[in-house]
């Protein structure tokens, strides 16, 4: 027993987040470029117009752009035998509107995946990962408007047809479940409401959210048919930013609301992605909500028609649920919280449980039986860059490893797992709160908070273990 031969060992990252250069080439303003830096405490900011004097932190990120031959050169030396990393949809479509590819935007991911392949690193890509062009909000308010369906499969056919040699896997969209949440809207479906501004605090309209995911569905189904029917070497997965919650106590309220929970932010979209169609218990969920799904002719059969072929998620953290409205309150990934009182949590007040990954890799397998990847976990942590250039991040290997140990266990349950892509594997900018301090990364990065730094790259001590990992198929852990 043990994880797989073939088990895929890699990293993940983002466009928005690594790659900078967000104006090169033909490059256009895309979402996350309209976002300001913040803290943990200090919401970062949606400007519908660029300010002067601003930063905005994803403009050059950690510019994998100019440096993306050091950067998998270093992700070769770990033995990564996958890299998950996005394509930034404004780099092909400006503004996501114009019927022609930008070439430049075309050959710089040429030239990614070549060199992934010359170290024999198969591709992840993730088509649209917390970023569209921000003309398709001008226009149409993000996703709310169906017209993003059409734009979204023109992109798809053109990146396909362009890659259909050098990448095997794709992802549709990240987190698609974001836009369940209220911080969703302009993270995950690039809607923009009248009178917003801090991006953890948007005005939020839950039937423009839903009918935004609706019409992401559809694209995404769409995209997964036309992959099948002309690409059959194509393995299509869905994402799911999977925050696992445990009922607080066991008063069957308790558990009551966290069923309800657990549904609406976890299993609602893999549900339609996976089985095809909108789960039962979404009409009365829509019309307790008020929701009402526009849908056109044509749309539940192209759901039935575009599942996809593997499952893969983020997990990073869990969190209680309870009908106490008193109970304490932490923070979490998109979506705060309570408190467990048997977990500890990371500095930004994430719930550290291990256990709990073990666990949502059996609930999700038993729901679904395809097979699952794990395509985003890690801990965000300051960093001290020592004055010798070496960064002593024990803290990380900790984390890393007992997640490890408990896919291991999940692999012995008898879940298919295919592969392990932590986050973050380089450092780069935080997607909720915009900060560098948040890093996440096996290589640091000399950037700082406040847009300063050389962008020289230093292996921490994480890197070596995580190496030997890999080297040894996830049996060596010390
Ligand atoms: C996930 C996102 C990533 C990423 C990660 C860590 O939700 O898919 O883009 O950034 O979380 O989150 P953060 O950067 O906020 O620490």
């Known amino acids: 027993m043990g994880f797989r031969p073939d088990f895929l060992w890699g990293g993940a990252t983002a466009a928005n987040q690594y790659e900078g250069a967000w104006d090169v080439d033909g490059k256009g303003p895309s979402t996350s470029d309209m976002c300001t830096n913040g803290t943990h405490t200090q919401p970062k900011r949606i400007t519908r117009e660029f300010e002067e004097g601003t930063l905005y932190p994803s403009r050059e990120a950690t510019d994998f752009y100019h440096h993306y031959k050091e ?18 949809w404004t780099r092909i479509f400006p503004t996501g509107m114009e019927t022609e590819p930008n070439e430049a935007g075309l050959a710089f991911y040429d030239k990614v995946f070549d060199e992934c392949h010359k170290y024999g690193i198969e591709p992840l890509v993730t088509i649209s990962h917390y970023e569209m062009p921000y003309g398709l909000t001008k226009a149409y308010n993000g996703w709310a408007g169906r017209e993003c369906i059409d734009c979204f499969v023109r992109y798809c056919e053109v990146i396909f047809e362009r890659y259909k040699d050098k990448v095997k896997y794709w992802l549709t969209f990240n987190e698609i479940n974001a836009g369940t949440m209220p911080m969703g809207n302009f993270l995950s479906l690039g809607i923009l409401n009248e009178g917003t501004t801090d991006f953890t605090n948007q005005v939020d309209i839950p039937q423009l959210r839903y009918q935004g995911l609706h019409h992401q569905f559809v694209a995404s189904a769409k995209a997964v048919k036309l992959a099948h029917e002309k690409y059959p070497q194509f393995k299509m997965g869905n994402m799911i ?30 549900d339609v992605m996976v089985r095809g169609e909108y789960p039962s218990y979404a ?14 002719p044509g749309d539940l059969e192209i759901l039935k028609e575009g599942t996809v072929d593997f499952y893969t998620f983020s997990y990073y953290m869990s969190n209680c649920i309870s ?9 979490g990934n998109i979506a705060s919280g309570l408190k ?5 949590a990371s500095d930004w007040g994430w719930q550290i449980d291990p256990k709990g990954l073990r666990y949502t890799l059996n609930e999700i397998y ?30 990380r290997v900790d984390y890393l490893r007992q997640h490890i140990e408990q896919m291991r266990e999940a692999v012995e349950d008898g879940v298919d797992l295919m592969g392990y892509t932590p986050w973050g594997c380089i450092d780069l900018v935080s997607a909720s709160t915009g900060e560098m301090a948040k890093r996440y990364g096996f290589i640091y990065v000399e950037k700082y908070d406040d847009g300063t730094g050389s962008l020289a790259r230093r292996k921490k001590d994480s890197f070596e273990w995580y190496k030997k990992v890999i080297a040894t198929n996830g049996e060596d852990l010390a």
């Open 366 to 395: 038993d729901r679904y039986q395809i097979p699952l990847m794990v395509v985003e976990n890690g801990l965000g942590a300051r960093d001290v860059l020592e004055p010798d250039g070496s960064i002593h991040d024990s803290y």
């Open 323 to 331: 009908c106490d409205p008193t109970a304490e309150k932490t923070d």
């Open 340 to 344: 467990n009182p048997y977990l500890k």
């Open 71 to 88: 950067d998998i050169k270093l992700f070769a030396e770990m033995g990564f035998k996958v890299f998950r990393l996005s394509i930034a």
């Open 283 to 296: 009409k009365r969920f829509w019309k307790e909500n008020n929701i009402e799904i526009k849908m056109e």
């Open 241 to 270: 930013c999977f925050i696992t919650s445990y009922p607080y106590t066991c008063n069957p309220d308790d558990i009551v609301l966290n069923q309800q929970q657990m549904r609406i932010s976890n299993w609602y979209c893999s």
